[in-house]
């Protein structure tokens, strides 16, 4: 009796080769600092202040101008606060920056920034840290950055893994913020909507360093499977946390869903790939705040590739 054949698993799609990125794991000690109320808002800040008082050219990069026009533009860059703060505590803190693109030209710009953000300092009391070590990470190892030639970059398609299996559950471990039809969505997500937004984001990001998106065949394809997709369990809630806006000089509501969610069907060999691919990217609006960030997590056996899951923690709640 032959045993049913093996479903082909996709590979890695070549538009993917042409997005570079480039992770940077920045450890720091501090004292004497207090915890803020938003820790990703209080990091944008600061990093944002940073980088345009001592490198005004990678603050454009990044940050871009006053220019309304350029909101819906992405911002080629992510960053996670750190996921542990003890107020007025000795300690260590881990955070990070994740360069995309053009971006990555500016990556000793940013080093050179947050080593003077460490001595302009951070939170409601602006507790200062001193910068400890800077480590690249990539899908197959992390190595330490002492000088601007350690960096080390990766092609987006380097961290593509299918897997065959048709369970997934996914764990929202920053504030997932998704807008469908003009509002803020507050319950848990189908399939074809995290795709659909994903799918959107990689695009955004292509055409912004290359001029050149996902070809549509690649996209109908992926949403095609994500509609194969339903929604098994979910155990999320939203959390607020309102921020103060210096452009608007208000305060303004923020959040997102934190919480996993649990996903069935044939399509998820397919969804599930390019889902790893955001816990690189993060997914959904406000990534530079620390927003989006996810972990996927199959259950069968059959890996087309190998990579080392990106470290995350949870956040705080």
């Known amino acids: 009796m032959q045993s049913p054949a093996r479903t082909t698993l996709p590979p890695a799609p070549p538009a993917l080769a042409a997005l570079p990125v480039l992770r940077l794991r920045f450890t720091a000690s501090a004292a004497a600092m207090r915890a803020p109320h938003n820790p990703g808002s209080a990091w944008h800040g600061g990093f944002g202040k940073a980088l345009h008082d001592t490198q005004p050219a990678a603050y454009l990069a990044l940050y871009g101008n006053d220019d309304r026009s350029t909101d819906n533009l992405p911002r080629p860059y992510v960053l996670r606060p750190p996921h542990t703060l003890h107020n007025g505590a000795q300690q260590d803190l881990c955070f990070e920056i994740i360069l995309i693109g053009d971006a990555i030209a500016h990556a000793s710009a940013v080093i050179a920034a947050v080593r003077h953000w460490g001595q302009l300092g951070v939170g409601p009391d602006r507790g200062q840290f001193s910068l400890r070590r800077v480590e690249s990470i990539t899908p197959g190892a992390t190595a330490p950055c002492h000088h601007p030639e350690q960096l080390c970059p990766f092609s987006l ?6 897997t065959e299996t048709s369970q997934l559950r996914l764990q929202l471990l920053s504030p997932l913020l998704l807008k469908l039809q003009g509002d803020h969505l507050g319950q848990a997500p189908d399939m074809p909507l995290l795709i659909t937004r994903l799918l959107h984001r990689i695009d955004s990001l292509l055409l912004a360093h290359l001029q050149a998106g ?26 607020s946390q309102p921020r103060y806006s210096a452009r608007q000089h208000s305060w303004m509501p923020f959040g997102g869903l934190i919480g996993q969610l649990d996903y069935h069907g044939h399509g998820l060999t397919e969804c599930g790939a390019w889902l790893g691919l955001a816990e690189w990217l993060h ?14 997590s ?20």
């Open 157 to 162: 398609d380097q961290a593509w893994q299918a």
């Open 298 to 317: 199959i259950s069968n056996v059959c890996t087309h590739t190998q990579r080392e899951s990106p470290h995350v923690e949870a956040y705080p709640q």
């Open 283 to 296: 997914l959904g609006n406000k990534t530079t705040f620390g927003h989006g960030q996810i972990k996927a």
């Open 214 to 239: 996902l070809p549509g065949v690649l996209r109908r394809q992926a949403q095609q499977a994500a509609s194969t997709v339903t929604l098994r369990d979910k155990q999320i809630r939203w959390i």
